[in-house]
């Protein structure tokens, strides 16, 4: 089965998609009235799926690895880890993207802040598939980057997916105001599709880069 199968056969994935993904999107559109009250939703939802996250790479990874285990386990098992993890990956960043226009506000450009993430993200490739494939978080972060950096000819078509999904991200991000004002139908087209598509792509890979880290494991064959 390919990864696209593997995470497409997923009935419940998928529909979980389409549920956040729809309100997600409706909660996105601005609230003449009082626009905290309609971000306040968002956050619910941003924060909601931010938890499940770890529980559907969980999901994947049992398929992957042949084993079964109720998805309370699998949230137990990740959940505190992974946010753990996704905070020591990214506060360090966060830090370098921030503090030049700490230090020097006037001349800071915000595509730095921007660029400095996606970096790291490109750079992180392999973090979380490692941390899953190990079952530890400690030393997840250098392994990973140490096994991009050593099989980085057959990572490359996988960087460039990734920058190409951060890149689409970005920019519906920054011409969101822009869309809306456009057309509110069409917002809600690309917000959905943006998000629906960014995710799946999002599972494929890691189905993709945790075969990939299960195939280093593998020893070669001695010549016969």
């Given amino acids: 089965m390919t990864s696209l199968g593997l995470v497409l056969t997923s009935p419940s994935v998928v529909w979980w998609l389409l549920i956040t993904g729809i309100l997600r999107t409706l909660f996105s559109l601005p609230d003449p009235a009082n626009e905290s009250v309609a971000s306040f939703p968002l956050i619910i939802v941003f924060l909601i799926t931010t938890v499940a996250t770890p529980?559907?790479?969980?999901?994947?990874?049992?398929?992957?690895?042949?084993?079964?285990?109720?998805?309370?386990?699998?949230a137990r098992s990740h959940i505190v880890n992974y946010l753990v993890l996704l905070l020591r990956m990214y506060l360090p960043p966060l830090a370098i993207a921030i503090l030049?226009?700490?230090?020097?506000?006037?001349?800071?450009?915000?595509?730095?802040?921007?660029?400095?993430?996606?970096?790291?993200?490109?750079?992180?490739?392999?973090?979380?598939?490692t941390y899953y494939h190990s079952g530890s978080q400690r030393g997840a972060i250098g392994s990973g980057i140490?096994?991009?950096?050593?099989?980085?000819?057959?990572?490359?078509?996988?960087?460039?997916?990734?920058?190409g999904l951060e890149t689409t991200i970005l920019l519906s991000h920054l011409y969101h105001e822009e869309i809306i004002t456009r057309?509110?139908?069409?917002?809600?087209?690309?917000?959905?599709?943006?998000?629906f598509i960014a995710?799946?792509?999002?599972?494929?890979?890691?189905?993709?880069?945790?075969?990939?880290?299960?195939?280093y494991d593998t020893p070669d064959e001695p010549d016969t």
């Avoid at 230090?103 to 996606?118: D, I, K, R, S």
């Avoid at 057309?183 to 998000?195: A, E, I, K, M």
């Avoid at 995710?199 to 195939?215: A, E, N, R, Y």
């Fill in 55 to 74: 529980v559907i790479y969980g999901f994947y990874y049992e398929k992957i690895d042949g084993s079964s285990t109720s998805l309370k386990n699998i």
């Fill in 100 to 129: 030049p226009g700490v230090l020097n506000p006037q001349a800071y450009h915000p595509g730095y802040f921007h660029l400095t993430l996606v970096f790291f993200s490109l750079l992180y490739l392999y973090v979380i598939p």
């Fill in 146 to 163: 140490q096994t991009l950096l050593q099989n980085l000819t057959i990572s490359t078509p996988l960087l460039l997916i990734l920058l």
């Fill in 183 to 195: 057309s509110t139908q069409f917002f809600l087209v690309v917000d959905f599709g943006v998000y």
């Fill in 199 to 215: 995710s799946l792509i999002d599972f494929v890979l890691f189905v993709i880069l945790v075969t990939l880290l299960k195939s």
